[in-house]
């Protein structure tokens, strides 16, 4: 198949991933606000609850696109009005170029999508990685079910080789700093 053929190809199944994306999106909002939910209670030992909704009154980031409710719609300018761009990995790029270009380095936007990462109108935007809901430093979307452990401090070798803290990050307190390694293997197959 040629470059132009799987472009094509991923063009034509990233219009049905926007749908998708939109719906896996809310699922994914849904079942991160559950998993938070139920380690909260799991730690006060209460019984779970609803998540409270993400909203930027409650969290204190007034004005953040990140909350909002079209919050996929958000491009890489939106965010940096209030943010610093993220420097080393672009964003509001089209998807199926980049994996058309990536010498099987990048999953398919089908494979993205099932792993829980979204890919607004077929590109990586700044939503692809940050969720308002996630409860982990810089807002970072964990996919459910990853195991989550402390970032690494270059400066502390003891940090170099830290093992899973769990699934759920039971331990780590609300607004850790994690690896975001779970998250770049949605999308990057990292020699898979």
Known sequence: MSLA???????????????????????YQADLARLIAEEDARSRGAAPKAA????PAATGVAGCKLFDADAYRSTAQDCTACHALHSTHPVD????????RSRG????????VRRGVFLPDGQVRCVSCHDARSRWAH???????????????????????????STDGRGLSDGTSVSPTPLCKVCHTLGD
């Open 5 to 27: 053929q799987a472009a094509r190809t991923t063009s034509n199944s990233l219009s049905l991933a926007g749908t998708q994306d939109r719906r896996a999106l809310t699922q």
């Open 139 to 165: 807002r970072l979307a964990i996919p459910p079910g990853a195991g989550v452990r402390p970032s690494v401090n270059v400066a502390d070798p003891s940090t170099y080789e830290r093992r899973v803290a």
């Open 52 to 55: 409270p909704e993400a909203t």
């Open 105 to 112: 380095e990048l999953r398919s936007a089908a494979e993205v």
């Open 93 to 100: 790029f089209d998807y199926a170029a980049g994996t058309a």
